[in-house]
T-cell receptor
Framework: GENVEQHPSTLSVQEGDSAVIKCTYS??????FPWYKQELGKRPQLIID?????GEKKDQRIAVTLNKTAKHFSLHITETQPEDSAVYFC????????????FGTGTRLTVIP | GAGVSQSPRYKVAKRGQDVALRCDPI?????LFWYQQALGQGPEFLTY????????KSGLPSDRFFAERPEGSVSTLKIQRTQQEDSAVYLC????????????FGPGTRLTVL
């Protein structure tokens, strides 16, 4: 099955700086890579996703890059704000099978005002 | 529109009790998933429904776990003879259709087994 690894486990940045979170996956059949933001006690919320037919996707301050050859993808948050503080999870899934998501272990991002 | 809802939000059970957790997916969503999230971890897949058919239950940790979606909408996850290791947040997610991967999560049920 799929194995998703995520680094770092914790990340602290100054407000206004950029944050980068990296994930690797093992199953070459995976073709969908979402990122979820989860605040304490809340549901995971989809913030951005990318499919394997593109290498980069951007939405305002958030961008995701995908390297299919190396089997890794990254989340980039620019101009970080205190409200970006949360746990971020990467995930991978494939259209073959159940489409269930395989999640990384999470990155706790703290943006220091 | 309404998102995915789950009830109860919190459940405390004594070891050995049976519990039932409910998920109301987004109306019209074909796919429904259950995940288990232990403290400080990412969600882990339990089971998947496409309409009323349970197509994958490979993530259920033991035969004490049972899920159903009899009419293809509301789903119930039942845990029999709960154990302390069952303590976790149980998340439900729904998706538009099989061909689309996007999943929308509910707020979860936090189960504590004493």
């Amino acid at each position: 099955g799929e194995n998703v690894e995520q680094h770092p486990s914790t990340l602290s940045v100054q407000e206004g700086d950029s944050a980068v979170i990296k994930c690797t996956y093992s199953d070459s059949a995976s073709n969908y890579f979402p990122w979820y933001k989860q605040e304490l006690g809340k549901r995971p919320q989809l913030i951005i996703d990318i499919r394997s037919n593109v290498g980069e996707k951007k939405d305002q301050r958030i961008a995701v890059t995908l390297n299919k050859t190396a089997k890794h993808f990254s989340l980039h948050i620019t101009e970080t704000q205190p409200e970006d503080s949360a746990v971020y999870f990467c995930a991978a899934s494939s259209l073959s099978g159940a489409n269930n998501l395989f999640f990384g272990t999470g990155t706790r991002l703290t943006v220091i005002p | 529109g309404a998102g995915v809802s789950q009830s109860p939000r919190y459940k405390v059970a004594k070891r050995g009790q049976d519990v039932a957790l409910r998920c109301d997916p987004i109306s019209g969503h074909v796919s429904l998933f259950w995940y288990q999230q232990a403290l400080g971890q990412g969600p882990e897949f339990l089971t998947y429904f496409q309409n009323e058919a349970q197509l994958d239950k490979s993530g259920l940790p033991s035969d004490r776990f049972f899920a159903e979606r009899p009419e293809g909408s509301v789903s119930t996850l039942k845990i029999q003879r709960t154990q302390q290791e069952d303590s976790a947040v149980y998340l439900c997610a729904s998706g538009i259709a099989e061909a689309y991967n996007e999943q929308f999560f509910g707020p979860g049920t936090r189960l504590t087994v004493l």
